[in-house]
Every structure is written in C-alpha cells, then in structure tokens.
C-alpha cells in the first residue's frame, strides 16, 4: 500500500498563471513573521522554494550565512537558480527533495523555512518531524500556509462559491488539506514541537491593479492549469462548469467595490536546545 505522501499531488502545478502569484512573493509579504529572528550568519533551508523569489530575499539578509532552497518539481529549480543569479546572490544552492525525507543530517539549519508547502503534502506531521529533524537545537521552524475556507470576498458571487468549493475537492482529491493554516499548531504539536508561536496574517487585494492581477491569475489558472486538468479528469466539474467560474473571477475583477482576504496561520518554533 502507498504510503499518504507518495500519492499526494501539488495541485495548482506550475502553469503561467501559476508562476504569476509565485513570482510576487518576497520575504517582506510572505514570511515577515520570521524575518525579526534571522542573524547575518544564518544557514537556511527553504522547502518547497518554487521559482526562488522568498529563497532569494532569505539569502539576502544572511549575507554571511548561507540558503538552501529545494523543491519537488526539478524544473521549476532552474527558474529559482536564475533568480538568485540576477540578483548575484552567491549563498544559494537548490535541490530536488521531499520534505517528508529530507537529504540532510541532523541539526544542520539554524532555520528550515517552508511558505504554502503543508497544504499540499500527504503527511504534513511527517513533514514537519523531518523539518525539525534537520533544525538545529535552539534553531527555528517557520511555517505558513493559507486557509481557503477562511478566505473572504465582497461583493457575494455564486460563481466565487463555486470556486471555493470546487478548490477544496480538487485539492483533497489529491491528498492535501486546502484549510492548513487553522491547523498548523495542532500538526506541529503531534510532530513533537512544543515551543510554538502562533501567529496569523493576510493578503488583501482591492485596488483596480490588484484585483485585475488577482482575479486574472485565478481565472486563467482555473481553465489552463494542473489544477483545471485535475478538476475535469478528476469528474469533479465540467470545462463548460470551470468557464463560469473564471468569468465569475474576472467578474469580481472589475467590480470597483471588491475587496479579497487570503487569511494565513503561521507557526515559528524553537527546537530544544
């Protein structure tokens, strides 16, 4: 029988529309949580670094340090080699791996660093054993992921409900869990973490630019994508059902009033020393 992670699968995939989203996130919007503990000299090891933007301004503020970004999908490394290369980051290193069994010894990383990862993986306990079996003592673990049931929009659209809904069997189908952030604390106390700080924070987008940028990423991730294959071979909507909900996306779009919340759990825990 497999094992939970072996069949869980990364839903979105790593389309353009995709990238779109991955490629915004810094440091700055997407791990500020962490950034008040990092020191000049610190190794870290970012999981599931994606196109390498986070990986990028992590290696940054540890100038003296070094980072490790690695990721399940090969392809998307080279994407996150370049981006340190343009910046001429010279502390950065990438590699294939599975956060569920890390290729690193015991205690090597001051901080292991994971941004949208939990979500998507099989195991999530077993991931963050891993994450902390790696962790040095008295280093840190930092973990965030979103939580689309406690994501929030205005004005109401049936067609958005739609999506919600259809995101949340698609992404289980595959064997993640869509609403991780509510339970990162619980995944990390059943991983045998006990100095956790929970935290939480969120996106908004509302401005014309940001709703356009928004509401065309998900719109044509959700008739282009891997996450809109998985959605038709998977029986769970139709191509005519996926349409509606992107116009309903580009529909809210343009409503001048529109307002979109992504809520995010953080956890930050200290490994014993």
Known sequence: MSKPHETAVYTHGHHESVLRSHTWRTAANSAAYLLGSLKPHMKILDVGCGPGTITADLAAL????????????????????????????????????????????????????????????????????????VTRPGGLIAVRDSDYAAMTWYPESPGMDDWLDLYHRVARAGGGEPDAGRRLKSWALRAGLTDITATSATWTFTTAQERAWWSGLWADRTVASAYARRAVDGGHATEDQLRAVARAWREWGQREDGWFSVLHGEILCHKEA
């Open 62 to 133: 540890v100038p003296d340090g070094h980072v490790t970004g690695v990721d399940h999908a090969p392809g998307i490394l080279d994407q996150a080699r370049a981006a340190a290369a343009a910046r001429g980051l010279t502390n950065t290193g990438f590699a294939v791996a599975d956060v569920h069994a890390l290729d690193h010894p015991d205690d090597t990383f001051h901080v292991v660093h994971a941004h949208q990862v939990l979500q998507h993986v099989g195991d999530p306990v077993q991931a963050l054993r891993e994450m902390k079996r």
